[in-house]
């Protein structure tokens, strides 16, 4: 008779392990791009954007959501949203929103988990509570901008990353301006290096980057005239201006300056300067954004009179791996007649310069000009740029150049204007995509990490120059 073996220490912490990975593999199954298999929720929808990820179908998503909310005008104008997608003439979409508006309907999602996927946009205050609660329960997350809106906020999500990281889920933030055509189209020129030669270093006086986005509280969406919570003029929950639409100017200077490079926010990003100042509302024009006829008391601490003084603008002039950018928000209540939310940006190279504007001279469009350099030879740089428009042309068909008096304008097919909210879809499908390859690219972690230390370090800075 064979003596039995000692079971050791060692082999039962083996066993354990093993156990634990079998269990983490079944909580997570690999998603493999079949029909349905992609199972939403949506999670206490404060922001128009949540409903935007909803104005089309994918067929890798089940038409069954599962929303999960406090019960409120959010929810209700988050629901209108859809089922005004579900009865529009074209296009309609199929969407089955199974709703739960209790008072414990955070707790009620990660007991229930209905789903694999969460989506989140709304109150910002809120949300990196829900980010890293979500991931520790095993569920992917598809979170609206910002992710972070103070320091503390960017503790917690470097701890979700790498929560999300352990668990094998993963955290993705919706970057829309990266499908803006015109923005596509300058990081293409940016990397014909006959054309643009190589970026700038810049200077603090004269940045190398600078994104200028201006916004406007009364607007419309989809059809309709935009309905906006009175907590979005609270800035303690939907974060200052310098924080919110600034992710996304930050996070196209590293996506245009330096794509594909892995970003580090401890060694390649030095915010310089930054400034932040109010946008004054009067009781009327906040009546005509949010319905209401007077100010909750959570707004009282930002009124002087009558006039309700909001934190929405920014400027944050920093450099990246060396690089002077300059990222500026501006909001205004209302547009000019015709107009809607701008873009300005300019790219200087050695060559040329890559500039979007978007004023009444564009009708209100971003369109991209390309500018040489005051010195260059015109008559080589009009023969380069001929060559060179054929590269851009391989991947956007139709693209051309138009030549103005000392510049160039690059006319864009209307095929490729689809408009701000179509790029929710193509976030998604991308999100989508990554789920599939059960990974993000290498450098998008890094680069969000760097994107919102760049933009919380920058409120810190704001705040101490009183």
Known sequence: MRPVKSITIQSIVCLLTILVMISCSSNNPKFTGAKGEVKIMTLDPGHFHAAL????MYSQVDSNVYVYAPEGDDVNEHLKRIDGYN???ENSTRWNEKVYTGPDFFEKMLKDKPGNVVMIAGNNQKKMEYIKASIEANINVLADKPMAIDANNFELLKQAFE???KKGVLLYDIMTERNEIS????????????????LETGSLENPSVTKESVHNYFKFVSGSALKRPAWFFDVTQQGEGI?????HLVDLVQWECFPNQILDYKKDI?????KRWPTKITPTEFNAVTNLSDYPDYLKKDLQDTILNVYANGEINYKIKGVHAKVSVIWNYKAPEGGGDTHFSIMRGTKCNLIIRQEAEQAYKPTLYIEPLAEADIALFTKTLSENIKKIQQNYPGVELKKLLTSWE???PNSYKVGHEAHFARVTQTYLKYLVEGKLPEWEVPNMIAKYYTTTKALEIAKQNK
């Open 243 to 247: 924080v919110d639409v600034t992710t």
């Open 87 to 89: 009865n529009r003439s």
């Open 53 to 56: 990820v909803q104005k089309s």
């Open 183 to 198: 923005t596509l189209l300058q990081k293409e020129f940016s990397l014909l290096p006959e054309v643009f030669g190589t």
């Open 163 to 165: 929560s999300a990281k």
């Open 270 to 274: 030095e915010v310089v300067t930054a």
């Open 410 to 412: 690059v006319v864009v």
